[in-house]
């Protein structure tokens, strides 16, 4: 059997989709690619993945707990949340499987186009200032975060839990979010409450908050153990999967082909536009191919507000006839940059495949 956006060792394939990846990719979904003139995406265009089912969540007595190795254990109730100091950022998220059908043999999952991705406006509490509250004992080194849902993968019966090392709890931008784009989170996002670690691929982010836990030893469940991790063989323990990788997209310009998405584009001056990010760094420059990657040019990039949301950028493209493969290319700050193929970063999970969005296009005469 397959298993959500964490493929089982072995289970690496070629097409055809098979019915389990389709079913996945109705639940779940991509944002739009046209969405990206929004730098603030509208949350029901916003990428959704869920490995279970949304949990159903009984208000008059959630609270989220924090205890294990702690001083005082905190029971907080959403009142007891909001009451609390808020911040507000802008925060880029994607999946860790993003790219994933562009990987060849791919891992039978969530069949991932370049879509898991979308940038919105979080509010939240910080949690350094919860842990603080809560006061870490002297021996821990990770905190456990435990969602409300549950389910099967690879037969191992697991409610969606994820840790974070102390570094990485207490950077203040990783918050508590109770809503999202001036709203509660819908229930398919979290509700009421989700860790949001900017910078990081979606997985660590974990949705329908329960409890968190102070520890003492590395965490080694199944979401962070063994699934997320960059392997090329079954049998090795390969390497976690933690900051996103550069990646920029562009709105497809002109209009599609209803089956292929191949694009019509008017002859004449116009502007490519799109967004880029970088969990590592900032973006410190785009390029846009025309000719399927032979040559790049440029693009102009845009103010970035927030750190970890998303920075738009513009080129401009004089379409004569013809056709034509666009392609766009992200470098951050620290030098990373996106490969021309999908098969340089291939690994069986089909994680982390940032390769350059390529979309082909007929400019038609004048
Ligand atoms: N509790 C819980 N948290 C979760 C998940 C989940 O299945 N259960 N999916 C994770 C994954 S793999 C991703 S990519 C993001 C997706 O967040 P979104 O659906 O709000 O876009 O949530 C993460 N948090
Ligand atoms: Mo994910």
């Given at each position: 059997m397959s298993s959500l956006d964490t493929a089982e060792p072995g289970s690496a394939t070629t097409p055809p989709l098979t019915p389990e990846e389709l079913g996945l990719a109705t639940r779940n979904h991509g944002f739009l690619l046209e969405a990206l003139r929004y730098s603030v995406t509208p949350v029901g265009l916003h990428y959704l993945?869920?490995?279970?089912?949304?949990?159903?969540?009984?208000?008059?007595?959630?609270?989220?707990?924090?205890?294990?190795?702690?001083?005082?254990?905190?029971?907080?109730?959403?009142?007891?949340?909001?009451?609390?100091?808020?911040?507000?950022?802008?925060?880029?998220?994607?999946?860790?499987?993003?790219?994933?059908?562009?990987?060849?043999?791919?891992?039978?999952?969530?069949?991932?186009?370049?879509?898991?991705?979308?940038?919105?406006?979080?509010?939240?509490?910080?949690?350094?200032?919860?842990?603080?509250?809560?006061?870490?004992?002297?021996?821990?080194?990770?905190?456990?975060?435990?969602?409300?849902?549950?389910?099967?993968?690879?037969?191992?019966?697991?409610?969606?839990?994820?840790?974070?090392?102390?570094?990485?709890?207490?950077?203040?931008?990783?918050?508590?979010?109770?809503?999202?784009?001036?709203?509660?989170?819908?229930?398919?996002?979290?509700?009421?409450?989700?860790?949001?670690?900017?910078?990081w691929y979606g997985m660590t982010s974990v949705k329908w908050l329960a409890s968190i836990e102070a520890i003492d030893t590395p965490y080694d469940g199944y979401q962070q153990s063994y699934a997320y991790r960059l392997r090329q063989e079954a049998d090795e323990p390969g390497e976690a999967l933690n900051r996103m990788r550069p990646r920029s997209l562009m709105i497809p310009p002109g209009v599609p082909d209803f089956m292929t998405r191949h694009r019509s584009v008017p002859p004449g001056p116009t502007t490519l536009e799109g967004r880029a990010w970088s969990g590592f760094a900032p973006i410190a420059r785009v390029e846009v191919s025309t000719d399927g990657g032979e040559t790049w040019a440029d693009a102009e990039l845009g103010p970035q507000p927030d750190r970890y949301a998303w920075v738009g950028w513009t080129a401009p493209w004089d379409a004569k006839p013809g056709e034509y493969e666009l392609c766009v290319r992200a470098t951050d700050a620290d030098g990373n940059c996106q490969p021309l193929d999908a098969e340089a970063d291939w690994n069986l999970g089909g994680y982390a495949c940032n390769a350059v969005h390529r979309v082909t296009a007929t400019v038609d005469p004048a």
């Open positions: 993945l869920t490995h279970y089912d949304v949990p159903q969540v009984d208000m008059s007595t959630w609270a989220l707990e924090i205890g294990g190795l702690v001083e005082r254990p905190l029971r907080l109730t959403m009142d007891d949340l909001r009451s609390r100091p808020s911040v507000t950022r802008a925060v880029t998220m994607e999946c860790a499987g993003n790219g994933r059908m562009n990987m060849s043999p791919r891992a039978i999952s969530q069949p991932w186009g370049v879509e898991a991705v979308g940038n919105a406006e979080w509010t939240g509490v910080r949690l350094s200032s919860l842990l603080e509250e809560a006061g870490l004992r002297d021996e821990v080194v990770e905190v456990l975060f435990t969602g409300l849902d549950k389910g099967v993968e690879n037969n191992v019966k697991q409610l969606y839990e994820r840790s974070l090392t102390l570094d990485e709890a207490f950077r203040e931008e990783v918050m508590l979010a109770y809503a999202v784009n001036g709203g509660p989170l819908p229930p398919q996002h979290g509700f009421p409450l989700r860790l949001l670690v900017p910078g």
